[in-house]
């Protein structure tokens, strides 16, 4: 599957968190558009997501797309939270959540790179 792989690793105790993400259809980075995303998150070496179910009704960009989809796995790691979005993750992934709640909730939130 190709991929356009985001500014966005971080470096969590030894894992790092990549989300690669993609606009079916084709996107540019910095244009905003609407429908559906596809990605890939590993952790560390680990592919914990691959999906094609990020839809978008509002136009985002690549990076607000990926900010989204880090919002949805902050509150998957927020035990208290109740959420309970698409693609509820399970073994390895829900781990990630847990573990990286913080991380996912700072990219999502601010944006950072």
Not at 17 to 38: C, F, M, P, Q, S
């Amino acid at each position: 599957m190709p991929t356009r792989q985001l500014d966005r690793e971080h470096l969590h105790g030894s894992r790092t968190i990549t989300i690669a993400i993609e606009k079916l259809g084709g996107a540019r980075l910095g244009d905003v558009y609407t429908g559906t995303w596809r990605y890939v998150v590993t952790w560390g070496d680990q592919e914990t997501f691959r999906e094609q179910r990020l839809d978008s009704p509002l136009p985002t960009t690549p990076l607000g797309a990926a900010r989204e989809l880090a919002a949805w796995f902050a509150a998957y790691g927020d035990p208290g939270s109740g959420y309970d979005g698409p693609n509820r993750p399970m073994g390895p992934a829900l781990e990630m959540c847990r573990r990286e709640q913080e991380t996912f909730s700072l990219f999502a939130g601010e944006g950072c790179r």
